[in-house]
């Protein structure tokens, strides 16, 4: 059976694409788009919660999204590094479900893995379109591919974006997607140490981005994304 998938998203943790990219993700769903979600690391440092909860969570969210299938690919969390096996990782993952666009964290923000994420799934797209870069998959050596589109999302610090997409119509579902997500965001009865995300003032300064990136297509809520290739259209009509 085919694992190939339309858009394919790449993060360092459980929650970066609910956070980041979830409405993106319901938007395309929608459209009848596959998606999948790869989270590179269990989130085992996170200050709140367990990795075990986190797959909880995850799976929850997953459903909420509709995306067709979501797995931890074995990154250690807060040491991931550009290093020839994680990339072999990484292309390994690409070349097994063989997205047209890859979406994945920010060029820069407050994780440090988050910038590190994104140049290691960035570089692993170019190599795994190159055929003499060799990887298996069920021991089975795979095909060369490479995405078309790679972008990045826009987290906790903000980076002027490339493209927004509109996501007003699915907000609701995105926050019932974060909501999933119970152990890592502010709960008054938690007794666990407060982390920057589970802060009480977190999801509105959520809404708030959301709704800055939407007044930049003058509608209600978006979702903003940068990238290193200029993005291409073929029909100037479909711009927002």
Excluded at 71 to 84: M, N, R, S
């Amino acid at each position: 059976m085919s694992e190939a998938t339309d858009l394919l998203c790449i993060a360092a943790h459980p929650d970066d694409v609910e956070i980041s990219m979830a409405g993106t993700v319901i938007s395309h769903v929608e459209q009848g788009f596959t998606v999948g979600i790869v989270d590179l690391t269990a989130g085992e440092l996170g200050t709140r919660g367990s990795p075990e909860l986190r797959r909880q969570e995850a799976e929850a969210a997953r459903m909420v999204l509709g995306a067709g299938f979501r797995y931890q690919a074995g990154l250690p969390d807060g040491f991931i590094q550009e290093d020839e096996a994680s990339l072999l990782k990484v292309v390994a993952v690409i070349r097994r479900h063989k997205p047209r666009v890859v979406l994945t964290n920010a060029v820069r923000d407050r994780h440090p893995d988050h910038g590190r994420a994104a140049a290691l799934v960035a570089r692993a797209c170019f190599l795994s379109g190159l055929r003499k870069v060799v990887t298996t998959h069920h021991g089975a050596e795979q095909e060369a591919w490479r995405p078309v589109t790679v972008l990045h999302a826009v987290q906790d610090r903000w980076v002027d974006p490339d493209l927004v997409v509109d996501i007003t119509p699915h907000w609701g579902r995105k926050m019932e997607a974060l909501r999933c997500f119970r152990s890592q965001f502010h709960d008054p009865a938690s007794k666990e140490p407060e982390s920057p995300i589970a802060r009480a003032d977190y999801l509105p300064l959520l809404e708030g981005r959301a709704r800055e990136m939407g007044r930049l297509l003058m509608v209600t809520y978006g979702e903003g994304f940068t990238t290193a290739r200029s993005p291409g259209i073929r029909d100037l009509t479909t711009l927002l």
